[in-house]
């Protein structure tokens, strides 16, 4: 997050307060969501819930603060923009696995596959065979 020369002091304001939200988004996200249970989980997961909203809000002003930001420099702040779009589309995926608590127990009972036999290709390769016989008929 290095300050960019000829970039807006604006976008470099929303940029920290977009870094420090993620930060505080993952942290409850990867320690203090899975630590809770219950009601209190709840609560947690709707707060990180009203900070991703909050990190959208960052995200979309400044994406209209690139605009007015000389074009030399915009190209490399709408990347870092695109970056962080990611990441917080990373993040909400996090939570969801988080929320709902299954994923660790999940990988537990039926192994890495999640589910999936380990034939799954064969088994569409055979369910494709047999729907082509079935029509030629």
């Given at each position: 997050?290095?300050?960019?020369?000829?970039?807006?002091?604006?976008?470099?304001?929303?940029?920290?307060?977009?870094?420090?939200?993620?930060?505080?988004i993952?942290?409850?996200?990867?320690?203090?969501?899975?630590?809770?249970?219950?009601?209190?989980?709840?609560?947690?997961?709707?707060?990180?819930?009203?900070?991703?909203?909050?990190?959208?809000?960052?995200?979309?002003?400044?994406?209209?603060?690139?605009?007015?930001?000389?074009?030399?420099?915009?190209?490399?702040l709408?990347?870092?923009?695109?970056?962080?779009?990611?990441?917080?589309?990373?993040?909400?995926?996090?939570?969801?696995?988080?929320?709902?608590?299954?994923?660790?127990?999940?990988?537990?009972?039926?192994?890495?596959?999640?589910?999936?036999?380990?034939?799954?290709?064969?088994?569409?390769?055979?369910?494709?065979?047999?729907?082509?016989?079935?029509?030629?008929?």
């Amino acid at each position: 997050m290095a300050s960019v020369p000829g970039g807006s002091d604006l976008f470099e304001s929303y940029e920290q307060d977009y870094v420090a939200l993620a930060k505080d988004i993952s942290k409850a996200i990867h320690s203090a969501i899975p630590a809770a249970s219950g009601d209190a989980k709840k609560q947690q997961v709707k707060a990180v819930q009203r900070q991703m909203e909050e990190a959208e809000e960052i995200l979309g002003q400044m994406e209209i603060e690139v605009f007015n930001i000389p074009s030399t420099v915009r190209t490399r702040l709408q990347s870092r923009l695109r970056s962080y779009r990611t990441d917080l589309g990373q993040l909400k995926q996090s939570l969801k696995q988080a929320a709902f608590g299954y994923d660790k127990d999940r990988r537990e009972l039926l192994g890495d596959q999640g589910g999936l036999s380990p034939n799954a290709e064969f088994d569409n390769t055979s369910m494709d065979q047999r729907t082509r016989l079935l029509a030629g008929t």
